[in-house]
T-cell receptor, first 117, second 113 residues
């Protein structure tokens, strides 16, 4: 079974600064997806960024980018120019492709990101 | 195009009652996933359904919990004889195909008193 570990229960960053959230995972599979989701106080789960394991290039979405290290099974999220609206819980998630993608997402426990004005 | 709709947003049940949680997937989406989120935890996969079929229920408790996704109408997660430990947020997600992005609803917060 796959596991996803987020070792930082809480992170704090000054507005406009850069912060990196860490995520490691354990799997014996070679094909999978990795995701970062944001959950603000409204509870809505919002997809931030997605990485296919077969792609060597790190995914980027505006101020959000990942550092995907497949051999190390590491998938960190970097948020540049942090904004107050970035304050939320951030969840790292894994999705297997071995079952034709039928498996659900496996989530980490989350990192609470605080933005200091 | 409306997103994934879950209702109710909040549900309070007394111990022993039944809870029915509804999820209407996005238009054109035939794949539905249910997750449970306990306080201070990430989401835990419960069940994956396609229209009229349960594909994977490996995360579903063996007793009291059931899910369906009928040909017409929303997907239903049913919890019979609820206990305090069932109190959690229950999320539904839908996708168009098995390999495309899943979109989440806003969840139903179940409180058992």
């Amino acid at each position: 079974a796959q596991t996803v570990t987020q070792s930082q229960p809480e992170m704090s960053v000054q507005e406009a600064e850069t912060v990196t959230l860490s995520c490691t995972y354990d799997t014996s599979e070679s094909d999978y997806y990795l995701f970062w989701y944001k959950q603000p106080p409204s509870r809505q789960m919002i997809l931030v960024i997605r990485q296919e394991a077969y792609k060597q290039q790190n995914a980027t979405e505006n101020r959000f980018s990942v550092n995907f290290q497949k051999a190390a099974k590491s998938f960190s999220l970097k948020i540049s120019d942090s904004q107050l609206g970035d304050a939320a819980m951030y969840f790292c998630a894994y999705r297997s492709l071995s079952g034709g993608g039928a498996d659900g997402l496996t989530f980490g426990k989350g990192t609470h990101l605080i933005i200091q004005p | 195009n409306a997103g994934v709709m879950q209702n109710p947003r909040h549900l309070v049940r007394r111990r022993g009652q039944e809870a029915r949680l509804r999820c209407s997937p996005m238009k054109g989406h035939s794949h539905v996933y249910w997750y449970r989120q306990l306080p201070e935890e990430g989401l835990k996969f419960m069940v994956y359904l396609q229209k009229e079929n349960i594909i994977d229920e490996s995360g579903m408790p063996k007793e009291r919990f059931s899910a369906e996704f009928p040909k017409e109408g929303p997907s239903i997660l049913r919890i019979q004889q609820v206990v305090r430990g069932d109190s959690a947020a229950y999320f539904c997600a839908s996708s168009r195909t098995v390999n495309t992005e899943a979109f989440f609803g806003q969840g139903t917060r179940l409180t058992v008193v």
